[in-house]
Each structure stands twice: as structure tokens, then as C-alpha cells.
């Protein structure tokens, strides 16, 4: 089994930017789809980002899109989530996660392996 583990979270102003990062272990994760999530107090785990490992196609939650980007070097095991203009709404726990599949990245439920979270704080 792959483990995933964020980092590059902190308090940061309104509109100012973010480089979260999410380095894994194991045999599989040149071929994952890797998927970024976030959960705010009280709640549910939303998606962020995805991307697939096939074409490398990205997938973004229209909350964030224009806004973050993300990537994945494999040579380097390690995805990340390019936040700018950051909103106080941004304010969670953002979570990586990988998956062998590369259909409905959006859906908590396409994942196998998640990371223990890093805290991402906007103050307005």
C-alpha cells in the first residue's frame, strides 16, 4: 500500500497564494490518479483537484477553478496544489489522495489511499 503525506500548509492573507505538496510511497503511484480534498470545521470532506495519470488531465471543483492548479511530478512521487488568490472560504484541512482509476476523480469513494491532512488558513 502507497502513503501519502501533505505538506506546505499555513495561515496566509486574502488573496495571497499557497504551494501544498503531497509526497508518496509505493510501487503504483506513477500509474495513480491523484485527487486533492479539503474539510472545514463541521463540514464534509469536498473535492478540490485531480489528475490523472493516463493523460495527465486535470479536474478542478468550480469553487477553485482559475484559481488553483494542479501537477505531479512522478520522478519525484509528489503531486501539488498551486493555490492562488485565496479566499477565507479556502480555510481546511486539505487531504491527498491516490487512486489506480482515472474515471469520476471527484467522488471520495474512487480513492484507496489518503494523507493525514495539512491546514490551510486564509484570514481575511
Known amino acids: 500500500q502507497i502513503q501519502l503525506v501533505e505538506s506546505g500548509g499555513g495561515l496566509v492573507q486574502a488573496g495571497g497564494s499557497l504551494r501544498l505538496s503531497c509526497a508518496a510511497s509505493?510501487?503504483?503511484?506513477?500509474?495513480?490518479?491523484m485527487g486533492w480534498f479539503r474539510q472545514a470545521p463541521g463540514k464534509e470532506r469536498e473535492f478540490v483537484a485531480a489528475?490523472?495519470?493516463?493523460?495527465?488531465?486535470?479536474y478542478y471543483a468550480n469553487s477553485v477553478k482559475g484559481r488553483f492548479t494542479i501537477s505531479r511530478d512522478a520522478t519525484k512521487n509528489t503531486v501539488y496544489l498551486q493555490m492562488n488568490s485565496l479566499k477565507p472560504e479556502d480555510t481546511a484541512v486539505y487531504y491527498c489522495?491516490?487512486?489506480?482509476?482515472?474515471?469520476?476523480?471527484?467522488?471520495?469513494?474512487?480513492?484507496?489511499?489518503w494523507g493525514q491532512g495539512t491546514q490551510v488558513t486564509v484570514s481575511s
Open positions: 509505493g510501487r503504483t503511484f506513477s500509474r495513480n490518479a
Open positions: 489528475i490523472s495519470w493516463a493523460a495527465g488531465t486535470t
Open positions: 489522495a491516490s487512486t489506480p482509476r482515472s474515471w469520476s476523480l471527484s467522488a471520495l469513494s474512487q480513492y484507496d489511499y
